[in-house]
Structures are given as C-alpha cells and as structure tokens.
C-alpha cells in the first residue's frame, strides 16, 4: 500500500478515503462516515488510479503496491481504519450508536484474476492495431446501452505509453457503442502482462466467432499471427478453435493483388472466385518460365459508368423501361448495350467512307 505525502483534508473525506483504502465496500464507508452511495462514488472516481470493483471495494489496476493512500489522509484514520477489520466497535467517529461488526475482510482479486471493475470511458483508448476496421452502425446498439447498460464487459489492458490509461483488447464495437451512448464509467476486465500476439489471438478469436470481420480482415490478421509472431496455420487454429484447412483457405486470400484484395474486402468479388484466382496464379508460377506482375489479378468489367456509351445506354433502357432485366455495370441491360455500341459501329463506319482519300 503506497501512501503519499499529507496535505490538509476535512476529517470526513480522510475517514472515507481512510476506510475505502483499507478494503471497506462502500456501503459499509457510507454508514461509518454517513454519506451518500453516490458521494462515495463521486469520491472513488476523483481518485487518481482508483477502481471500484464489483465486489465494491477499491482496487489500483497496475500498481504493485496496493491502493495508493491519496494525499491528506490522516494516519489515525487509516489506523482506525484498520482496526475495524477486527474490532468493528471499538474506535467510533459516529454517534451516538457504534455500527454492526463489520464482516471478515475479504482480499480483492487482483485485476489479472479477471474482476470486472468500472472504468472512466475517457480513459479507454481503442487498440491501434484492431482486426475489425469497421464497426458498423452502432445506433441501435447505444440505444440498448442507455436502456439496459453495457452487459458484458470490455476487456483491457493498461496503456502501454499513457499512466493510468487502457486500451481495448476485446470490445471495439462496444466501447464505440458506450461513446455513443455518452457513458461515463463502463464495466471492464483488466488484463496485465498480455504480450502483442495474445492481444492480437484475443481479438482475432471474439471476432471471428461472432462473423464479425470481413474475410481480408481475418486474412490479414491470420497473415499478422504468421508474418510478425511465427505461427503456423496449425497454431492459428488450435489459438482460434478453427480447423486448419480453413486458416490455409483464409491465408491463401492474402496472395491476391492489392486491388482485388479490395474488391473482396468491399463484397464486389465472392470470396470463392476470388480462391479460384489464387489458385491459377499459382498453377502458372508453377509452369511459367518467366515472371510478372505478383499477385493474382482479377480483370476489370467493361460495361461500367466509365464506358463511353455508358450514358446513351442507361437512357435507352430507361425509355425501354427494361427495369426487370440485368443490368451489366448497373448501367443498362444487354440488348441496349448492343443497340448503342452497334449504332456507333455504324456512325463510324459512315464516317470512314465518307472521308477523302490519300
């Protein structure tokens, strides 16, 4: 337990803080010192480094000392404090009745043992590095928060470069919920010692088993557990619970080209035809002699809004009103395209007969 040094304080406040150090639960400091549940807590959150936890005794996540003694508190107090531990009507500063016998002191769980304590949201940074890039509308899920409150914690770690402040390892789309939902303190597990790669294992894991990550997202942090930390598609699926052909099947993506990457990553690609590339790709780095450009390519559509018949196209097919046919590139159906491309073919067929000879 760390004190630090005294400083004036009113003996109310030293008598709180005295008793909340020591491992009281804040309904027992509120009969002793006759404050609010809610001043008591207003207290705990002034408190540099303080927790509450949920078995509503404060903890300091990260320190090896124990609970810091804030400034100003008086020894006597703390004495006192202690002492209520065995001998709960003995020292009194209330009257004019000495309060019931305070039960066994209880030890706090350190904060690697998994308690869930509340924590400032203000001190909660997501993680840099997360798998899931995008979180998605979180709207409804703000509105459930405000009703219901966050149900299952965020999981954390402590900061690596900030004092006092964490980072998310599990529940990105949650803590942005909680922003949302303009809380203040949120439920959360702190987690000490974590390495990178159990980080990444963590938040690969939540996601993958809620279909949370799109499949470049989970390519890609395979690729990171493989490339940065050495592991094999073998250890990737003992760490995430999947079968080894599917981390393969999934490592596999990360061998196409950075644009058809992205055109799976945006849902404009299937993820099967996308495998079928890969494998071409490497059936003909197998047999060819010479090199090219790396990475397996998937050949852009023609028909597009950039075509330049485009525009004569989707009017024809408006004013034919084909609304129920297919469309190639969103723009018109077949039969338009080929009305206006073979309307051109004639426009400069007539043009070439028509120009003077050499």
């Known amino acids: 337990m760390t004190t630090t040094s005294t400083t004036a304080m009113q003996p109310s406040m030293s008598r709180a803080?005295?008793?909340?150090?020591?491992?009281?639960?804040?309904?027992?400091?509120?009969?002793?010192?006759?404050w609010p549940l809610g001043s008591i807590r207003a207290l705990i959150n002034g408190q540099r480094g303080w927790l509450l936890g949920t078995d509503d005794r404060v903890s300091c996540p990260g320190s090896t000392n124990g609970v810091t003694i804030p400034a100003g508190v008086d020894p006597a107090h703390l004495e006192w404090a202690r002492k209520l531990h065995q001998q709960p009507a003995a020292a009194q500063f209330r009257e004019p009745e000495p309060p019931p016998p305070a039960p066994p002191a209880k030890q706090t769980p350190a904060p690697d043992e998994l308690t869930v304590v509340m924590?400032?949201?203000?001190?909660?940074?997501?993680?840099?590095?997360?798998?899931?890039?995008?979180?998605?509308?979180?709207?409804?899920?703000?509105?459930?928060?405000?009703?219901?409150?966050?149900?299952?914690?965020?999981?954390l770690r402590p900061h690596p470069t900030l004092e006092g402040d964490y980072e998310t390892i599990a529940g990105h789309r949650r803590h942005v919920a909680c922003i949302e939902a303009g809380l203040a303190l949120v439920p959360c597990v702190i987690r000490l010692d974590v390495s990178d790669a159990a980080v990444l294992e963590m938040m690969i894991v939540e996601n993958v088993h809620r279909r949370g990550l799109n499949p470049i997202e989970r390519a890609e942090a395979f690729g990171r557990l493989r490339d940065e930390y050495g592991y094999s598609a073998a250890q990737i699926a003992e760490r995430t619970g999947l079968t080894s052909s599917t981390v393969s099947t999934t490592l596999a993506l990360l061998d196409l080209a950075p644009k058809t990457r992205e055109r799976v990553r945006r849902g404009e690609l299937k993820v099967g035809d996308a495998?079928?590339?890969?494998?071409?790709?490497?059936?003909?780095?197998?047999?060819?002699?010479?090199?090219?450009?790396?990475?397996?390519?998937?050949?852009?559509?023609?028909?597009?809004?950039?075509?330049?018949?485009?525009?004569k196209a989707r009017a024809l097919c408006q004013a034919r009103e084909h609304t129920s046919r297919r469309h190639l590139g969103n723009v018109a159906c077949g039969q338009c395209w080929e009305t206006v491309i073979r309307g051109d073919e004639r426009i400069v067929v007539a043009a070439e007969q028509e120009a003077p000879g050499d």
Do not use: C, M, Y
């Open 17 to 34: 803080l005295a008793l909340l150090a020591t491992g009281h639960t804040i309904q027992r400091v509120s009969e002793l010192v006759d």
């Open 119 to 155: 924590v400032p949201l203000d001190k909660i940074h997501a993680h840099p590095r997360n798998v899931r890039a995008d979180v998605g509308d979180v709207t409804e899920f703000a509105d459930s928060i405000r009703t219901h409150g966050l149900l299952q914690p965020l999981t």
């Open 275 to 311: 495998l079928k590339l890969v494998r071409r790709h490497r059936a003909k780095q197998r047999t060819a002699t010479g090199g090219g450009a790396p990475g397996a390519t998937w050949e852009p559509d023609h028909f597009t809004d950039s075509h330049a018949l485009a525009r």
